[in-house]
């Protein structure tokens, strides 16, 4: 396992993803969360992945194409997400939160769009189901988003969900944070 955040949420996903399950990439990005929930998932699940970004849709789209998966991908804000699956059907929701990598860094996920997209992910998560949060901050985008997000998450039913907040002690600068939630059977 790689000892940073992706390599913690691959490893928390793996816990919790079956073949045939249904699961959403909130942020598809450059579609490496996207490809990897559709291993887990199999020729017979589901997979749906979101992006504000043109290009980070093309990247997504043809990363799975060269891998020979298959995906829904869609150019939607991921606070639209509800629109394209009934609730309680996802078994794993993944977001990354931030902007995309070599990207526009104008671009950047939001708190307006990103705690919306928290409350469709609520709603969407199946019972027992789980959603892993990679939080990048600083820079341009700050640390507003970073802090309505954490705030709206201590704001969960601790009867409904487990939230689990971890951060890197000796990572230099501002290191991204893992959050891994649990959505009670």
């Not at 996802?90 to 977001?95: D, K, N, P, S, Y």
């Not at 860094?105 to 609520?122: D, G, N």
Request: proline share 5%; aromatic share 10%; glycine share 10%.
């Amino acid at each position: 396992m790689q000892r940073n955040t992706l390599g913690l949420a691959h490893a928390f996903l793996q816990r919790y993803v079956c073949p045939g399950d249904t699961c959403i990439d909130a942020t598809a990005g450059r579609g490496r969360d996207t490809a990897f929930l559709c291993r887990l998932t199999g020729e017979t699940g589901r997979v749906l992945a979101f992006d504000i970004q043109e290009e980070a849709v093309r990247q997504t789209r043809a990363l799975l194409e060269q891998e020979g998966l298959s995906a829904e991908v869609y150019l939607d804000s991921h606070a639209h997400m509800a629109r394209y699956l009934p609730p309680g059907s996802a078994q794993a929701i993944v977001f990354n939160f931030g902007r995309l990598p070599g990207g526009d860094p104008q671009i950047f996920t939001t708190a307006e769009s990103s705690v919306p997209a928290l409350e469709a992910a609520q709603g969407l998560l199946a019972p027992g189901g789980v959603m892993s949060l990679s939080l990048y901050y600083g820079g341009a985008n700050g640390y507003a988003e970073r802090d309505a997000i954490l705030g709206y998450l201590r704001t969960l039913d601790d009867r409904k969900y487990t939230v689990l907040t971890m951060d890197w002690a000796n990572r230099r600068n501002e290191p991204p944070i893992p959050v891994f939630v649990w959505k009670e059977a």
